[in-house]
């Protein structure tokens, strides 16, 4: 009779050790926040919304709580990790902002929503659903807004976060709508767009807007961009020291964007 090595012997051993364990464990859904689904007009698209909600919330309560709106905000892009930052950042001991709510804004066709319309035929050509920011700036005003407003608990305060031709959109609406939020987070903006068009533009009222713009480690050009926008909004600017700027030589485009909400979150006035 031949009987099994002591090495077949423990793996087995082991194997039933694992199946006992694993048959008396409990599982339950980890839960973070809601989704719902939101229909956008102007494309005729359904739009995913992802909404992370504090620890403390709880929709019987009056409290109220900022929020914050995150461009590239889908599950498999930047919401999880943006809202691990605020759930850190909230917390009493390090209290760099207070409990806020995100809404992260999943994409369809990012392209599209986050540019305006381009006279570069090079844009058109390489870009071609390109230009349909305002109806996107549009459906996050008058449909988005409204829907975040009248089923959760929120404040009048709004911050937006975007990167790339994300804050490419940031940037256009807060030269062109600046009343939407309070709080502007612009990282890696991609405003070679159109030529840089957007950066020869009037700026609206800035009274009382908390700025932070960042870039990483991603040429001449982009770092030129984010210093060129920075140096425009800072004398128009009634409070100058509310328009932060970091360059972070570590990061590079595709890294940049998590160390750069960390830092916003604690310069960024309350």
Known sequence: ????????????????????????????????????????????????????????????????????????????????HIVGLVQFGSMPWINHLPESIVVGISNVDRVRDFTDSSALALDQEEFPTSGGSEKFIEFIENTLFPAIGSNYQVSDQRTIIGQSLGGLLATQILFEHPDLFDDYIIVSPSLWWNNESLLDQRLGSLEEKDIYIAVGDEGEAMRGYAEGLCEKIRPNHPESERVHFDFFPQCDHGDVLHLAVYNAFQVIEE
Request: proline residues 5%; glycine residues 2%.
């Open 1 to 80: 009779m031949k009987f099994p090595s002591l090495f077949t012997f423990l793996f087995l051993l082991s194997l039933n050790a694992f199946a006992q364990i694993e048959s008396s464990i409990s599982r339950d859904n980890l839960i973070i926040g809601e989704q719902f689904k939101i229909i956008f007009d102007a494309a005729n698209e359904e739009r995913t919304i992802n909404v992370y909600l504090p620890h403390s919330y709880h929709p019987d309560s009056t409290r109220t709580y900022p929020v914050i709106y995150l461009l590239d905000g889908s599950m498999d892009e930047d919401f999880l």
